[in-house]
């Protein structure tokens, strides 16, 4: 039999009301307010532990609270974790949110909790863990824990998950394709399509805008004859034997090549191993990629303190954002590193 | 890639052809390249052409470091 | 412009003495469709075979596909690529239904090129596993670009070409077993009937990417990058006027088949005179620079108010860069007052969270979107391989490689393959064949 665990906050955990919410995290053996019921209705596993935790605890010493509670689970053994429900409650779903995402990070397991649609807790974190669309309040327990049971049993019998929208979760901006148990060609639904926007009819785009985010802006250098400049670029210039390997597409690794000693980059040095555009014009003079020669001409000036030794590459075409994000990370700690005050990024 | 460098607090300008991607991933200093293939150099054109327009583009992106704006922005370039 | 195509369902397609077809079977003399094939002397090497649904062949480098015609009316089937230029969508051309010439490398194969599975879990990720195809497998001697990633593929494509026009001839002389009719009216002489109805545009952006001349696709044997987007009788694209290139990420790839067929624009015929006016095809392009990109966006806009259009589809072939080009044009489009919807794929990335097209605009609010091109894809081996398996890892295909720190290389010692959706032959199938779509997990 695989094992589970349940978070609870004060009030479901049997501790008490608001006046309990400072409660530090304990975890029991056994079963706990819901964890019955979750117990019950799980087929596939049964749960060996109820964690408890204030929700003000959760909210006001987040880092304390997470911490204690990793501690807890490190010797235990557990499949599937579980918290909540949290219907409506906003502290909880946070708290749910925050103790979720903790442990899918650190064991690797799959988190499972349920929320109400207007719980902040589900635009919070509906993208790290599977939050079910729960009910107003408590009186929906039964139905809601069910909920979560069935799909955690599916989840541990290895069985195929369906779409967010089938299985009840709140899409986790993950879109993966499915083919159409109707079968009908995108030349049908492209049509149909266009005919309901034409008439005014409701219609649901196969692809909706995401909304964007962003990233505060960096405050800008403040003597630029004293900085240090790095060139990074994403249109795959490497030494011709491309040393690092990058790939052509999408690309999972990159490259750091040392310029110390050079004025421009080379043809015949230097190539670009992307593969999404004609590369005879790189090839020929890199600089149109990685303008080296350029910035040297501006460190001779003084406008510049100086160029930055190295340059960083890799390719951008079919890289994930995920692994894009982590080249970034890893880039960024060799700039801080050199002391480098500003980047030009130059992409394809 | 940008925004993680951003994040991690260094001031950085994106020179890119398409705008419109730059500003959709999320760049908040952009400098107009002209091409995806060659961004800083058309090989159509004489070398020095080529150098003047690489030399200028690169120079409005080191200015472009230093500026303090609020919102995204796109700089304008003459060559 | 009318157009009338008489279709020949193939049941069988076996060797024999002559090229012919009866009662279903087609009948190929392989010595002298070979000599056809090696009329060019860059075919240093030529076989074919015949593989069904349900074969277990895996097909891999595949270049294109084409479906075997002749032009009954006279002509070469494709004007100013495998003979003269005369109109194409004008009179009779006669098909072989349910089957299709495949290019296949016999060694090499690149960026472009694509892997079809005719049987197994395989086969559901290509059009032409249900197909049965003639597959001409050859080499050539183009060794400048035998290691490049980047192949024009211009020997074998054209070969392929004209062994279909080839085959095809065999039904010159037949009676078809059906007629369809394909005829519009021109635009501003429309029966009042028809004219009332929502006025819509079909525009296509095939793909032009690369400036160097033998990639693109062609519009009767023009380079589609060296263009502004144009207006096009919808039976021109039917019947031969456009040809598929060698330059993209296969799975989004239009081969040459998918124009000869194009579903969107036959359901678009369908609609035609019921609930909508199908005014034409915008034939616009894919370009590497925003100001290309903005200035096709704009002709496309300008062309299709100009004639009238209340609608518009615009389909994409391609993903990364080129989804500046569709979402630019979709957005002029709407600001242009043309209600528009997309036909397209998406990049989402192997764990599907990246977003999904490089430019977004809350303006493109209708998309119908057929597959992830970086899907991860493993196949167990399969009985017979046709080509080079080792292509698929060794020479660069878009969803292949030689080694990964996490899963190896593409190709396994026993055969089994693991790839992105990418490299499976114009899988996306953006065309209209997909009965894929995107879901959100």
């Given at each position: ?40 209705k ?104 069910k ?30 394709q ?17 005919v ?66 050079m ?6 040095e230097?190539?670009?191993?992307h ?61 801080k ?12 | 890639?940008?925004?993680e ?21 999320g ?42 704006v ?10 | ?15 024999g ?9 087609l ?75 495949l ?80 005829e ?27 400036e160097?001349s ?26 031969g ?10 799975s ?9 067929n ?17 005014l ?73 969270a ?31 391989v ?47 064949w ?8």
């Amino acid at each position: 039999m695989k094992k589970a665990i349940l978070y609870l906050n004060q009030f479901f955990g049997q501790i008490g009301g608001e006046d309990k919410a400072d409660f530090a995290p304990v975890i029991e053996e056994g079963l706990i307010g819901p964890a019955a019921e979750l117990n019950k209705k799980l087929e596939n596993a049964e749960v060996t532990h109820t964690i408890i935790c204030g929700d003000n605890f959760m909210g006001s010493k987040q880092d304390e609270a997470v911490e204690t509670i990793l501690n807890f689970l490190e010797d235990k053994e557990f499949d599937i974790f579980f918290a909540g429900p949290a219907f409506q409650a906003g502290r909880y779903g946070n708290a749910c949110g925050v103790i979720c995402k903790a442990v899918k990070e650190k064991f690797g397991v799959p988190v499972v909790s349920s929320m109400h649609i207007e719980n902040p807790g589900v635009e919070m974190f509906r993208k790290d863990v599977y939050i079910f669309q729960g009910g107003h309040s408590a009186a929906k327990m039964r139905k809601d824990v069910k909920t979560m049971a069935t799909f955690g049993d599916k989840i541990l019998s290895g069985e195929k998950l369906l779409p967010a929208e089938e299985e009840g979760y709140f899409p986790r901006g993950i879109r993966h394709q499915v083919w159409l148990e109707s079968k009908k060609p995108a030349s049908d639904r492209v049509v149909e399509m266009l005919v309901k926007k034409l008439n005014g009819e409701e219609f649901e785009t196969e692809l909706p805008i995401p909304k964007a985010d962003r990233v505060p802006i960096a405050s800008p250098v403040k003597d630029l004859s004293k900085a240090t400049i790095a060139i990074v670029n994403t249109g795959g210039i490497v030494p011709v034997d491309n040393p690092d390997r990058i790939q052509s597409a999408s690309a999972t690794r990159w490259g750091k090549y040392d310029v110390s000693n050079m004025e421009r980059l080379k043809g015949g040095e230097f190539k670009t191993i992307h593969a999404g555009f004609d590369p005879a014009a790189a090839d020929a003079n890199p600089n149109v990629i990685v303008p080296l020669d350029a910035l040297r001409a501006y460190e001779k000036e003084g406008k510049i303190g100086k160029v930055h030794e190295y340059f960083y590459t890799t390719v951008g075409t079919g890289t994930t954002q995920a692994e894009a994000a982590r080249m970034g990370k890893e880039i960024v700690e060799h700039l801080k590193e050199a002391n480098v005050d500003g980047v030009i990024m130059v992409s394809t | 890639m940008v925004k993680e460098i951003e994040r991690a607090g260094f001031p950085i300008v994106q020179m890119a052809n398409l705008v419109p991607v730059a500003k959709t991933v999320g760049s908040n200093k952009i400098v107009p390249t002209i091409s995806i293939p060659y961004p800083l150099g058309d090989p159509n054109t004489p070398e020095e052409q080529q150098w003047k327009l690489r030399y200028h583009r690169v120079g409005v992106a080191l200015d472009a470091l230093t500026m303090d704006v609020q919102e995204q922005t796109v700089f304008d370039v003459k060559f | 412009m009318k157009l009338e195509l008489g279709n020949f369902y193939v049941k069988d397609i076996v060797f024999g003495d002559e090229t012919s077809f009866n009662n279903g079977i087609l009948t190929i003399n392989k010595e002298e469709a070979l000599s056809v094939v090696k009329e060019d002397e860059h075919i240093t090497e030529a076989d074919l075979v015949i593989v069904n649904p349900g074969d277990k062949v895996r097909l891999v480098p595949v270049k294109e596909a084409i479906e075997p015609r002749c032009r009954v009316s006279g002509g070469a089937v494709f004007p100013g690529v495998t003979g003269k230029l005369i109109q194409a969508g004008n009179g009779r051309t006669h098909a072989l239904k349910d089957c299709s010439v495949l290019v296949v490398g016999k060694h090499w194969g690149g960026f472009q090129d694509g892997l079809i599975d005719m049987s197994g879990e395989g086969a559901k990720y290509t059009y032409f596993s249900q197909l049965k195809n003639i597959v001409l497998v050859a080499d050539t001697d183009e060794d400048f670009e035998k290691r490049e990633q980047q192949k024009k593929n211009h020997a074998l494509r054209w070969a392929g070409m004209r062994l279909s026009e080839y085959i095809g001839n065999c039904v010159k002389d037949l009676e078809p077993e059906e007629v369809e009719t394909y005829e519009l009216e021109p635009v501003i002489k429309r029966s009042e009937e028809v004219a009332k109805l929502p006025s819509v545009v079909l525009v296509m952006q095939p793909q032009s990417q690369m400036e160097e001349s033998g990639y693109n696709d062609l519009a009767y044997g023009w380079d589609c990058n060296h263009m502004v987007p144009t207006f096009m009788h919808p039976n021109e694209v039917l019947d031969g006027a456009m040809i598929s290139g060698s330059f993209m990420p296969c799975s989004s790839k239009w081969s040459t088949y998918d124009f000869q067929n194009f579903p969107t624009i036959k359901r678009l015929f369908k609609e035609h005179g019921k609930t909508l006016n199908f005014l034409g095809v915008i034939m616009s392009n894919l370009n590497v620079a925003l100001e290309q990109k903005e200035r096709s966006a704009q002709f496309v806009a300008q062309i299709a108010k100009s004639l009238g259009a209340d609608g518009a589809i615009v389909a994409e072939e391609g993903y990364g860069n080129p989804d500046a080009d569709f979402i630019a044009c979709i957005v002029a489009l709407e600001d242009a007052g043309v209600k528009t919807v997309g036909l397209t794929n998406e990049c989402t990335g192997r764990d599907g969270a990246s977003q999904p097209l490089v430019t977004l605009d809350e303006k493109a609010n209708a998309i119908v979107s057929c597959g992830n091109v970086s899907e991860l894809i493993k196949l167990p081996p399969m009985e017979t391989v046709i080509g080079e398996l080792q292509s698929l890892a060794r020479d660069g295909l878009s969803g292949g490689w030689e080694d990964d720190e996490i899963l190896g290389p593409s190709v396994k010692e026993d055969g089994t393959i693991i790839m992105e959706n990418n490299a499976m032959f114009c899988g996306d199938q953006v065309v209209g064949w997909s009965t894929k779509t995107m879901k959100e997990f």
